[in-house]
Structures are given as C-alpha cells and as structure tokens.
C-alpha cells in the first residue's frame, strides 16, 4: 500500500520538476539574455552616435502641440517627392492619435541638389513634417538615420507611447494598428515581423554583403524586419545608449536587433490567433479589402498604387 503511494509521490514530484524547468525556459526565452560586450573605440563610435550629426530641419515642438499616441516615424530620400505626396494623403493623415513625420539626409549630386533643395525648403514649410539631417542620403546610411530617429524620439517625444518605423512603400492599416497596440505592453516593446534565423551574406555582389571584419558573427540575434516595426517609446533612448556597444553595419533592421540583444529586449511575433499569419506581412499581397482589414502592414506599394487602394480601405475598412 506505502509503496503506491511513495510511488505517486515520485511521479508528482518530478512532473512539478518538469514544469517549473519549462516554465523557466519559456520565461528565459521570453525575456532573453542580455550580452555583455565591451564598449566601441572612441572613433567607432563617432561614425554612429547622434552627436556626430545635426538636424538642419528640426520641428522639436510638434510633440508639445498636440500630444500623439502613436508616431510614424518614415525614412526617405530628399528626392522621394511622390512617396512623401502618398504618404501624406493615405495613413500618414489617419486621425488625431498618429502623428507622420518624415526622416531625410542630403542629396549628394551638385548641380540637382541645390535645385531639390529649395522646393524641399518650400514643402518643409508647408507641411512641418520633415526632420533632415546633414549626412548623405544613402542605402549605407540607414542605419546612421535610424538612430538619429531614435535619438529624436527620445529628445523631442518622449511622451507618445508608441513609435513605428515604416518605409514609405508600405501599406499601414491605422485604424487596427491603434486597437492593437491599445492592448499591447507599454515598455521593453518591440513587435514586427520577426526574423530568427538571419545570417550575414559573404557574397560580395549581394545587397546584404557583410565582411567578417564587419561583422565576425555567423548568425544574427533575433530582430525585425525592417519593412515596418512599432516599438514602446522609451525604448528609443535605450537603443541609443545600447549604440555604443554595437558596431555599425549597413542595414538597419539587424543594427537595431544588434543593440535589443545588448539591453536583452526580445522582438515580440505579432501573429493573427486563428491563422497564425504574421500580422507584419512583408511580401506584396494583392490587394483585397477584407484580407488587409485583418493586417497590420503590407509590403511593396508604389505611390499611385497606395493612393488608389487606400480610397477603397478608408471608406469601407469596417464593412468587413
Ligand atoms: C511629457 O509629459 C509630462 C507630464 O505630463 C510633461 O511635464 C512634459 O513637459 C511632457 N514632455 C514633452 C516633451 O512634451
Ligand atoms: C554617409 O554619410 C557620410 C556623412 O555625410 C558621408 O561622408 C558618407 O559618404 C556616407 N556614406 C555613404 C556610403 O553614402
């Protein structure tokens, strides 16, 4: 008889054992580890930290005007007139509680730079939306304009809750976008679509070529696409202090992984419940009102085509 239930009492204890080691490597994953490295040299650092640059066109009171939930922080380049247009007349003006604002360097090519410059200059008054910095306007200095994001959401809007870096070819469903996020945590947030299994390219002829000397490591840490991420607020001054142990690598999105391995921040998946699709659908979709009203983002949308499909969406999104 004692020998049964000596027996059952094994069986508990090590079934308890089972689940509090599984819990603990779900919340380890969950939580992630943070990586200690050594801070950059002093002239690595320069080449990425927000100090080096400027921002000739600033608008540092838009965030003490009117106060946004949400901001939609949009890299472009200088001649990117008619991705700005786009922007501006679909979920770039999308109601009070998300604010637009639009990141650019320098045009390099004299004599066209001048002349792109002043009708910058007359679109920037007009529209107060522009943030333009003094570096040069390039594939290879995303990451740089990335950071100066951070850094200005961290000086200039502190107080919005969420931002959200996206390209100006994406689709944005702002209307489930703010339900969404009304649900989400408020800090050491990070969400989009998430890539696990990243390597560095050694091809030279990529796109994506990364040196060893660039970049030794064979595996990137989990990050975000790029395409589109929202993250909480606050995490904008944390990435920029991570900065200063990272080193800087051309592209962005796994710059940013990079520094939320450091502060031991995991990107969050955002899937739909019933289907388990990513909710950050970064290949290009055909457009289809009611699919889309179940997305957050969807990838690869040229201005006119933006401009046409958001008619049909503002109007009847709710009819699905
Ligand atoms: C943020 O909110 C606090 C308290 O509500 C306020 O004192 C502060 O001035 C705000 N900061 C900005 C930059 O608007
Ligand atoms: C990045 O910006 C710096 C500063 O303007 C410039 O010197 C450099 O040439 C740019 N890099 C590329 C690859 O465009």
């Not at 007349?89 to 320098?106: C, H, K, N, R, Y």
């Not at 333009?132 to 850094?151: A, C, E, G, P, R």
């Not at 607020?233 to 391995?261: H, K, N, W």
Request: aromatic share 12%.
């Amino acid at each position: 008889m004692w020998m049964s239930s000596l027996w059952r009492l094994v069986k508990f204890v090590v079934a308890s054992a089972l689940v509090v080691l599984s819990l603990q490597f779900i919340l380890s994953v969950l939580t992630g580890t943070r990586v200690r490295t050594p801070p950059l040299t002093a002239e690595e650092h320069r080449l990425i930290s927000p100090r080096t640059y400027e921002y000739l066109h600033n608008q540092p009171y838009v965030c003490q005007v009117r106060s946004p939930f949400l901001l939609l922080l949009v890299p472009v380049a200088p001649w990117e007139v008619a991705a700005r247009h786009a922007v501006r007349g679909t979920w770039g003006s999308s109601g009070e509680d998300a604010m637009t604002l639009f990141f650019m360097g320098l045009s390099a090519n004299e004599p066209q730079a001048s002349l792109l410059q002043q009708s910058l200059q007359k679109e920037i008054k007009r529209h107060r939306d522009v943030i333009q910095m003094n570096f040069v306007d390039s594939y290879q200095n995303l990451t740089i304009k990335t950071l100066m994001m951070m850094n200005w959401v961290a000086s200039h809007c502190p107080n919005a809750s969420y931002a959200m870096k996206v390209d100006a070819d994406i689709f944005v469903n702002v209307f489930y976008l703010l339900a969404y996020l009304r649900g989400s945590p408020r800090t050491s947030f990070i969400t989009g679509s998430v890539i696990r299994d990243g390597r560095p390219r050694r091809d030279p002829n990529s796109k994506w070529y990364l040196s060893e000397e660039q970049y030794p490591g064979d595996s990137f840490p989990p990050y975000v696409s790029g395409a589109g991420y929202v993250f909480s607020t606050e995490l904008a001054a944390q990435i920029v202090q991570a900065s200063r142990f990272v080193r800087v690598i051309p592209m962005e999105d796994v710059y940013v992984g990079l520094c939320l391995q450091v502060l031991g921040v995991r990107p969050m998946y955002a899937l739909s419940f019933l289907t388990l699709r990513n909710l950050f659908e970064i290949r290009k979709l055909e457009y289809d009102r009611c699919t889309f009203t179940r997305l957050l983002i969807a990838n690869n949308f040229r201005p006119s085509e933006l401009l046409q499909v958001w008619q049909d969406f503002s109007k009847s999104h709710a009819d699905c």
